[in-house]
């Protein structure tokens, strides 16, 4: 089960915690999250550093969307190499 928690970012900044598992059923919030962000100009951060697990559809798409503009910050040492594997294909 993911945990999303918006937080207050710097000015201009969205900014989105997640914590726990992240599963492809997450992703449509997610998604949500940044399509929101963008609509309002903000620069959009993912929070990644309570994630504990996530599966291969959640990496393909944190490695879409670090393509696209949107950060990634904190993210897991054992977590980071997946997401940049995923980014490659």
């Known amino acids: 089960m993911c945990i999303l928690t918006p937080q207050i970012g710097t000015p201009g900044a969205a900014v989105l915690a997640l914590a726990g598992t992240v599963e ?3 992703l449509p ?3 949500r999250f ?3 962000g ?3 100009r903000h ?3 993912l929070d990644l550093s309570d994630v504990t697990l996530l599966d291969r559809a ?3 798409f ?3 969307q670090r393509r696209e503009g949107v950060a990634l ?3 897991p040492s054992y977590i980071e190499p997946w997401i940049s594997r995923e980014a490659s294909h």
Do not use: H, L
């Open 43 to 45: 620069q959009v951060v």
């Open 58 to 60: 959640a990496a393909q």
């Open 62 to 64: 944190f490695a879409r």
């Open 38 to 40: 963008r609509q309002a």
């Open 34 to 36: 940044i399509r929101d």
């Open 24 to 26: 492809s059923d997450s």
């Open 29 to 31: 919030e997610i998604a």
């Open 73 to 75: 910050i904190n993210c």
